[in-house]
């Protein structure tokens, strides 16, 4: 289609109106022109398609469709495949289903573990989010249907999201908030984005021409249409001109009136209304072209194939004396109202209707398994009867498996938690059941981390995340033995809330959110610091074993415009078939600027049979090295050595190798006499400059011979103290302390430097 073309022939009117939605779900058709309306539907883990009376809360009913694990949970199979066959399986329902876009992924840094919406999110680290969603968006896409990745950008609390301001510096948004989105948009090329409700540094993200235009269009390509979230829009104007293509849902009206008189009024340039309707058509043609009703929807093939993505998905976090897997012939109790009704999924807009739920009681029977509800989720209580029976079960037993986590109301969309622990009655429970058997296991269900008091009096922990619809049968798989826990952390479980980074500002003070931790999220945070925590990003068992073995680079030295091939050999050193994580960290030695210790470059997740062995090899770029240099407004690598470290968590790096990466950017030189004197001896261009008048400042500071100093003098001023002293001295410092030095030659010394 012409969009162009269709457009011109567009009033302004139909423009204006083109550029907010029909109603709850559809952008507008012009019938005049023949263009229809299409749909787009809240995902991301599979779809909230309303039929009746639509929300953006998940408050009214959607069709009956099929509940994927949340990314919560995807991105802890670090299986970027795995994230690709959800995205096609989403793809077709959509084409199925006539939709023209699914509202998804959410790939929000995950920086507090109170974030409401943190069952949405990847995680707290960007890498690991880019690449999970990158995959998400090739999935549906393949299928000829869109993605909207959301919430652009900063979005990282719930707390007051429509008004609060996430304020940061730039390097903070460079390498932390923006990653996940930059290499989608990148590589992915996503037909939407969805910008967030909150503000940015003062400005909302609905109107802010530096996050949706030259960010996001002019640096990153982006070339599809950006869509408000539901009711992010403030000034609808404002939002036109900075590159908010469509409004959602509508404003009845009113914004699109305001676009015409603005336009009237010579207050808008009536170009960018009419760029905003050819990108919304290119993709609703896109969509339309290519449509395809027919595709079958096989919702119980689709919920196997979720029962499958859930057991990749599961970390187990402790597994003493190797208490798991279970043996089938033996008798387990199995304990907590989750075990009969899994919680799997969070609240608010992504919530599905999923048209089956198989809870691990169902998916066990035929095991010797045993229940006792232990507490009621609805009441939010274990009643002394719920313990007793929970106790008697579990000493009947050889072992016992707690099902606990977090309710429905502890996590959701639209608000926050206020602490980071599980229910008082389900601690207790998980306390009594283990007094009463040693052989105790937790599985949880939680989309964010929890603290775990009772953690040394246990000996299994199996985390479940929020699943998908299938998440009992796939952690009967795990526990039992038929799957290998595979899944590790993309997150880091402190022991306790207050150890978080953002903890002190979190959610912040009225309307501005300072994200004062700055770039230390996570685990670069916990690493800095050398904190204990209670699981690190990246940890997770497995009932086999690997070893890690023969890191070798590439080269030795490269320049940041060549890249670094690492290889890593992993081998299955136990008895059963099991999948490695292999993850890699590059970490900046010496730095100028403040770093974290390591950060994730690259992972790779490989099956391997027992005694099998296998080569990873890892391509790192610039990138891997870089940091975001506020003063060119670029990435820059700072010359020098840089660590490689490899292994299985951020905890757990057996493996460690050093590469020098040279510059080939030189940054902006401007020497003034109040430049210092350490900064310019430390830029190898700059020093020799200096040193040809060393004789001359070394007159005052050294006391020579010839200046009369003695003997006890020389003893008491070193060279290396005067150098000391010096260098934090301004230039004018050291010039006005040496009389050698005259006023022509600093003139000239500057001229030089800065040549
Ligand atoms: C608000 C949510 O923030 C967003 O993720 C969702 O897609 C829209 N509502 C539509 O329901």
């Given at each position: 289609m012409?969009?162009?073309?269709?457009?011109?022939?567009?009033?302004?009117?139909?423009?204006?109106?083109?550029?907010?939605?029909?109603?709850f779900?559809?952008?507008?058709?012009?019938?005049?022109?023949?263009?229809?309306?299409?749909?787009?539907?809240?995902?991301?883990?599979?779809?909230?398609?309303?039929?009746?009376?639509?929300?953006?809360l998940?408050?009214?009913?959607?069709?009956?469709?099929?509940?994927?694990?949340?990314?919560?949970?995807?991105?802890?199979?670090?299986?970027?495949?795995?994230?690709?066959?959800?995205?096609?399986?989403?793809?077709?329902?959509?084409?199925?289903?006539?939709?023209?876009?699914?509202?998804?992924?959410?790939?929000?840094?995950?920086?507090?573990?109170?974030?409401?919406?943190?069952?949405?999110y990847?995680?707290?680290?960007?890498?690991?989010?880019?690449?999970?969603?990158?995959?998400?968006i090739?999935?549906?896409?393949?299928?000829?249907?869109?993605t909207s990745?959301?919430?652009?950008?900063?979005?990282?609390?719930?707390?007051?999201?429509?008004?609060?301001?996430?304020?940061?510096?730039?390097?903070?948004?460079?390498?932390?908030?923006?990653?996940?989105?930059?290499m989608?948009?990148?590589?992915?090329?996503?037909?939407?984005?969805?910008?967030?409700?909150?503000?940015?540094?003062?400005?909302?993200?609905?109107?802010?021409?530096?996050?949706?235009?030259?960010?996001?269009?002019?640096?990153?390509?982006?070339?599809?249409?950006?869509?408000?979230?539901?009711?992010?829009?403030?000034?609808?104007?404002?939002?036109?001109?900075?590159?908010?293509?469509?409004?959602?849902?509508?404003?009845?009206?009113?914004?699109?009136r305001?676009?015409?008189?603005?336009?009237?009024?010579?207050?808008?340039?009536?170009?960018?209304?009419?760029?905003?309707?050819?990108?919304?058509?290119?993709?609703?043609?896109?969509?339309?072209?290519?449509?395809?009703?027919?595709?079958?929807?096989?919702?119980?093939?689709?919920?196997?194939?979720?029962?499958?993505?859930?057991?990749?998905?599961?970390?187990?976090?402790?597994?003493?004396?190797?208490?798991?897997?279970?043996?089938?012939?033996?008798?387990?109790?199995?304990?907590?109202?989750?075990?009969?009704k899994?919680?799997?999924?969070?609240?608010g807009?992504?919530?599905?209707?999923?048209?089956?739920?198989t809870?691990?009681?169902?998916?066990?029977?035929?095991?010797?398994?045993?229940?006792?509800?232990g507490?009621?989720?609805?009441k939010?209580?274990?009643?002394?009867?719920?313990?007793?029976?929970?106790?008697?079960?579990?000493?009947?037993?050889?072992?016992?498996?707690?099902?606990?986590?977090?309710?429905?109301?502890?996590?959701?969309?639209?608000?926050?938690?206020?602490?980071?622990?599980?229910?008082?009655?389900?601690?207790?429970?998980i306390?009594?059941?283990?007094?009463?058997?040693?052989?105790?296991?937790?599985?949880?269900?939680?989309?964010?981390?929890?603290?775990?008091?009772?953690?040394?009096?246990?000996?299994?922990?199996?985390?479940?995340?929020?699943?998908?619809?299938?998440?009992?049968?796939?952690?009967?798989?795990?526990?039992?033995?038929?799957?290998?826990?595979?899944?590790?952390?993309?997150?880091?479980?402190?022991?306790?809330?207050?150890?978080?980074?953002s903890?002190?500002?979190?959610?912040?003070?009225?309307?501005?959110?300072?994200?004062?931790?700055?770039?230390?999220?996570?685990?670069?945070?916990?690493?800095?610091?050398?904190?204990?925590?209670?699981?690190?990003?990246?940890?997770?068992?497995?009932?086999?074993?690997?070893?890690?073995s023969?890191?070798?680079?590439?080269?030795?030295?490269?320049?940041?415009?060549?890249?670094?091939?690492?290889?890593?050999?992993?081998?299955?050193?136990?008895?059963?078939?099991g999948?490695?994580?292999?993850?890699?960290?590059?970490?900046?030695?010496?730095?100028?600027?403040?770093?974290?210790?390591?950060?994730?470059?690259?992972?790779?997740?490989?099956?391997?049979?027992?005694?099998?062995?296998?080569?990873?090899?890892?391509?790192?770029?610039?990138?891997?090295?870089?940091?975001?240099?506020?003063?060119?407004?670029?990435?820059?690598?700072?010359?020098?050595?840089?660590?490689?470290?490899?292994?299985?968590?951020s905890?757990?790096?057996?493996?460690?190798?050093?590469v020098?990466?040279?510059?080939?950017?030189?940054?902006?030189?401007?020497?003034?006499?109040?430049?210092?004197?350490?900064?310019?001896?430390?830029?190898?261009?700059?020093?020799?400059v200096?040193?040809?008048?060393?004789?001359?400042?070394?007159?005052?500071?050294?006391?020579?011979?010839?200046q009369?100093?003695?003997?006890?003098?020389k003893?008491?001023?070193?060279?290396?103290?005067?150098?000391?002293?010096?260098?934090?001295?301004?230039?004018?410092?050291?010039?006005?302390f040496?009389?050698?030095?005259?006023?022509?030659?600093?003139?000239?010394?500057?001229?030089?430097?800065?040549?």
């Open positions: 012409d969009v162009k073309a269709l457009v011109s022939q567009m009033t302004l009117e139909e423009k204006a109106g083109l550029c907010s939605g029909d109603d779900w559809h952008t507008k058709a012009v019938e005049r022109l023949g263009i229809p309306r299409t749909m787009v539907s809240d995902g991301p883990h599979g779809l909230r398609k309303q039929d009746e009376e639509g929300d953006h998940g408050i009214n009913d959607s069709i009956k469709a099929v509940c994927y694990p949340t990314a919560s949970a995807t991105a802890a199979s670090f299986d970027p495949e795995m994230l690709r066959t959800m995205g096609e399986a989403i793809g077709d329902s959509c084409q199925h289903e006539k939709l023209s876009v699914v509202l998804g992924p959410a790939v929000n840094i995950k920086r507090s573990p109170l974030c409401g919406r943190n069952f949405e990847f995680s707290e680290d960007p890498y690991l989010a880019g690449r999970m969603a990158t995959a998400m090739q999935g549906v896409q393949s299928r000829n249907v869109g990745i959301k919430h652009f950008a900063m979005n990282s609390q719930e707390h007051r999201r429509m008004s609060s301001s996430s304020d940061a510096d730039e390097r903070t948004i460079r390498e932390i908030y923006f990653p996940a989105f930059e989608a948009v990148r590589e992915a090329q996503p037909w939407t984005v969805m910008c967030s409700y909150n503000r940015i540094n003062g400005v909302y993200a609905s109107e802010n021409p530096w996050l949706l235009t030259e960010v996001l269009r002019k640096e990153w390509g982006f070339e599809g249409y950006v869509m408000s979230d539901w009711g992010a829009v403030s000034d609808r104007v404002a939002g036109v001109a900075a590159g908010l293509d469509l409004e959602m849902p509508a404003s009845g009206g009113v914004n699109d305001k676009i015409v008189e603005a336009v009237r009024a010579g207050k808008l340039d009536e170009k960018l209304v009419d760029q905003a309707c050819e990108r919304i058509l290119a993709i609703v043609y896109r969509y339309l072209e290519n449509a395809k009703p027919e595709t079958p929807w096989d919702k119980d093939a689709q919920h196997a194939q979720a029962a499958d993505m859930a057991a990749e998905c599961m970390v187990l976090l402790k597994n003493e004396d190797a208490l798991l897997p279970l043996d089938k012939e033996d008798e387990i109790a199995f304990i907590g109202e989750f075990a009969e899994p919680r799997f999924q969070g609240g807009s992504s919530h599905i209707n999923a048209f089956k739920t809870g691990a009681l169902e998916a066990a029977k035929g095991l010797k398994v045993t229940y006792a509800r507490y009621s989720v609805e939010d209580e274990a009643s002394d009867m719920d313990i007793a029976e929970a106790v008697t079960a579990a000493k009947k037993a050889k072992t016992a498996v707690v099902f606990a986590g977090l309710p429905d109301s502890y996590e959701s969309e639209g608000y926050d938690r206020t602490h980071m622990r599980m229910p008082a009655c389900q601690n207790k429970l306390e009594a059941v283990a007094e009463a058997n040693p052989n105790t296991v937790v599985v949880l269900h939680n989309g964010a981390p929890v603290e775990m008091p009772w953690i040394g009096k246990v000996k299994a922990v199996l985390e479940a995340y929020l699943g998908g619809q299938a998440v009992g049968e796939a952690a009967v798989r795990v526990l039992f033995g038929d799957v290998n826990p595979c899944g590790h952390l993309p997150e880091t479980f402190p022991l306790k809330l207050e150890d978080n980074p903890y002190l500002f979190y959610s912040g003070e009225g309307n501005t959110a300072e994200y004062r931790e700055g770039i230390f999220v996570g685990y670069r945070y916990y690493d800095k610091k050398n904190m204990d925590v209670l699981f690190p990003f990246g940890h997770g068992l497995s009932y086999t074993t690997f070893e890690y023969g890191l070798k680079l590439s080269a030795e030295k490269i320049r940041d415009t060549e890249t670094l091939t690492v290889s890593v050999t992993v081998k299955n050193t136990g008895s059963h078939a999948k490695a994580v292999i993850q890699l960290y590059v970490g900046d030695r010496e730095s100028t600027p403040i770093r974290p210790v390591r950060e994730l470059k690259g992972f790779a997740k490989t099956a391997l049979q027992p005694g099998e062995s296998r080569e990873v090899a890892f391509i790192l770029d610039k990138r891997a090295f870089a940091y975001w240099n506020q003063e060119i407004h670029d990435w820059h690598v700072e010359t020098g050595v840089f660590t490689i470290e490899a292994g299985a968590s905890r757990d790096l057996p493996l460690r190798a050093e020098t990466v040279e510059s080939t950017a030189e940054l902006p030189r401007h020497y003034t006499l109040d430049s210092i004197f350490m900064d310019v001896m430390a830029d190898p261009k700059a020093a020799p200096i040193r040809d008048y060393m004789k001359k400042i070394m007159k005052t500071f050294a006391p020579e011979e010839e009369g100093g003695t003997e006890a003098a003893e008491a001023i070193t060279e290396e103290m005067n150098m000391a002293m010096m260098q934090y001295m301004p230039l004018r410092g050291v010039f006005s040496s009389d050698g030095v005259s006023a022509e030659d600093a003139e000239e010394m500057l001229k030089k430097l800065n040549n």
